[in-house]
């Protein structure tokens, strides 16, 4: 359920940084998360949905997701390895004195403004 809060949050964040730039015309916000985050990407886009209908800048503005792979660190071997396959232990020497390096974050990646809002066009990359 923590979705509806990182929703909150990312809504938020988008408004705010499209009003402070004078955007008025969000096509797409891509968020990305970390595969170990627990997050659920169909919660996010019914979130979304719901939620960005409360913010006139963002009504109808599209979400895209995409996951980062969580890889983790073993200190003993200095190696980097994908934790979802051999979790806490390192597969190259046996290890358990790891940390998760990466995978367990959220982030707005990118803003898609309409035409209109840019010289060009394009991406806002906050």
Same mark, same amino acid.
């Given at each position: 359920?923590? &979705? /509806?809060? /990182?929703?909150?949050?990312a809504v938020k964040e988008v408004d705010?940084?499209?009003? &402070?730039?004078?955007i008025t015309n969000i096509k797409t916000v891509t968020l990305e998360f970390g595969e170990v985050s627990g997050i659920i990407s169909s919660y996010l886009y019914n979130y979304w949905?719901?939620?960005t209908k409360k913010y006139h800048l /963002?009504?109808?503005t599209k979400l895209r997701c995409e996951e980062i792979p969580a890889v983790t660190w073993c200190d003993d071997c200095k190696i980097?390895?994908?934790t979802v396959t051999y979790g806490k232990t390192c597969p190259?020497?046996?290890?358990?004195n790891t940390w998760l390096l990466r995978g367990n974050e959220m982030r707005i990646k990118s803003i898609e403004v309409d035409?209109?809002? /840019? &010289?060009?066009?394009? &991406?806002y990359r906050p």
């Open positions: 359920m923590h &979705e /509806l809060g /990182l929703v909150n949050y705010k940084f499209a009003k &402070e730039r004078g949905d719901w939620y /963002l009504e109808g980097t390895y994908n190259h020497c046996g290890s358990g035409d209109g809002d /840019l &010289e060009a066009g394009g &991406e």
